[in-house]
Structure formats: structure tokens, C-alpha cells
């Protein structure tokens, strides 16, 4: 039994098969039937189900068990929007504001070299690896837009200034007014976000700053309820053993599944 609508799996199941047509797959030439893979790929999805066990449950090698389940992530990820599909449907759907937040998603160790011999996928602020990737959501914390993975050790503005988040949120906000809230992570780019302000050094925050502090906390707050969403509905986005390069497909597929099971887009 899985925690998810037939509807979900029989649509995955459509594309896997538009998908074997597309590239010229012939009849009974494969060890599973596009439904069963999409089943295979749900679970590992959902329950975080170890290849090991996919390939028991359904009689095939492990050879076979990760051709059909990185068959599946990319059929998946190939349907998610791309950020100016994605800020053009929140405009029109007359939204008051916008919400971005970056996510670490764990993997497994991995050793690769960045600045200075740094281990390039190791999070300082999470003590951790992973890969880090930006979240772009409602003002209820719907995401709608998923960025591709940057290493771990990279902060959310390094990595919002690589994806060049700036200056899309900064024209979508001159030519439809739909603002962009964050928290003291993206600082940098007060003059495109809205955040919270940081206490001087040696000094104390106005009133009115504090008021503004607290209006946008709180409501930025419900937006980071985006990224929970995403981690708690998919155990495969809560570690990832696959390779890190993989998570920019793995997230996308994440948000197609949760807006097909939930019928939503913004």
C-alpha cells in the first residue's frame, strides 16, 4: 500500500509509456510494465525504499532496478515548470507575494575538492553533506519552482546570485508588483528581497524596524512550511545516495509528484 492517489501512479505510468515510444522500445522487451515501474519509483519516492528490496520485490537485478528508477526521476522531471512558466502562473493567479528559501538536501559522504581543498559538499551550518537547493513557494508555502543542486557548502545568496534568481524576482516584482520575502540569508540582495533588518553591532533596532521584523517573520514563516512539505512527503529527498548531481532531477520529479497528488500548481 502506498500513501498515494491511483490517479498519481496511472499518470506516471502514462508518461513512462509515451516515453518507451518516444524511444523506440519494443513490446514485452522490458522486465516490467510502465504501471510496475511506476509503482517501483512511487516507493522509492514516498518510503525511501532501498534498491535492494526493489529489486526482490520485483524479480529484477540491480543493474536493471536503477535503469528503470533514473528512467523514471527523468520522465518525472521533465515535467516540471521552469522558474519564468512558474512566476508567470503565480502572477496570474493574482498571489500577494512570493517566498524563497533553500533547502540542504543529505547524502551520503562524498569527497570533492572545492576552494582551498574545502570538501565542496560539506555544510558548515548543517554539519553535513549535501546539496543545496532553492525553494521558490506561495505565500501558504505551496512550492511551485525548484532550483538545480549547488554543493552544500555554498550559502543561499551564492547560490540564488548562481541561478540567477536576483534578477528574475527583481523584474517580476517591477512588472507585476509580486514582491519576494526571505529571511537574513539572502542579505546581499536587500534591494530585491524583502527581509527581515539585522541588528547592528553595536547598536539597537528602531521600532520601527522591529515592528517590520516581526510582520515579516511571521509571515514568511508560513512559506518556509514549503521545503517541510517537500521532505516529509518524499523519504527519498531526506538523504540522497544516489549521486549529488542527481538531486537537481530528484527535487524537480519531487514537485511534479506533489502537485499531481494534491491537483495544485500555485
Not at 30 to 52: D, P
Not at 206 to 232: D, P, V, Y
Request: charged content about 25%; hydrophobic content about 40%.
Amino acid at each position: 500500500m502506498l500513501d498515494v492517489r491511483r490517479e498519481t501512479a496511472l499518470h506516471l505510468s502514462h508518461l513512462l509509456q509515451q516515453h518507451r515510444q518516444m524511444i523506440g522500445t519494443r513490446r514485452n522487451r522490458r522486465a516490467l510494465s510502465c504501471f510496475k515501474q511506476a509503482v517501483m519509483v512511487l516507493r522509492w519516492f514516498l518510503n525511501g525504499t532501498r534498491i535492494k528490496q526493489l529489486t526482490c520485490d520485483n524479480h529484477i537485478g540491480r543493474s536493471t532496478a536503477y535503469r528503470l528508477l533514473h528512467e523514471g526521476i527523468d520522465v518525472l522531471a521533465a515535467q516540471a515548470p521552469d522558474l519564468k512558466t512558474a512566476l508567470e502562473s503565480a502572477a496570474k493567479a493574482g498571489l500577494t507575494h512570493l517566498n524563497l528559501d533553500g533547502t540542504l538536501i543529505y547524502t551520503d559522504r562524498i569527497s570533492t575538492s572545492g576552494p582551498n581543498g574545502a570538501d565542496l559538499y560539506w555544510s558548515g551550518k548543517h554539519k553535513h553533506h549535501g546539496g543545496n537547493v532553492q525553494v521558490v513557494s506561495t505565500p501558504d508555502g505551496w512550492p511551485i519552482w525548484v532550483s538545480a543542486v549547488r554543493p552544500g557548502r555554498e550559502h543561499d545568496m551564492t547560490c540564488a546570485r548562481t541561478h540567477g534568481l536576483l534578477e528574475d524576482l527583481s523584474l517580476t516584482a517591477t512588472e507585476t508588483g509580486l514582491i519576494t520575502l526571505t529571511d537574513l540569508g539572502y542579505e546581499g540582495a536587500r534591494e530585491v528581497f524583502r527581509m527581515p533588518f539585522k541588528k547592528p553591532k553595536d547598536g539597537e533596532l528602531t521600532e520601527a524596524q522591529r515592528a517590520f521584523n516581526q510582520l515579516i517573520r511571521g509571515i514568511h514563516g508560513i512559506g518556509e512550511r514549503a521545503n517541510t512539505l517537500l521532505k516529509t512527503t518524499f523519504k527519498a529527498l531526506r538523504r540522497v545516495s544516489l549521486d549529488p548531481s542527481r538531486i537537481t532531477q530528484i527535487a524537480a520529479a519531487a514537485l511534479v509528484l506533489l502537485q499531481l497528488e494534491h491537483g495544485r500548481i500555485v
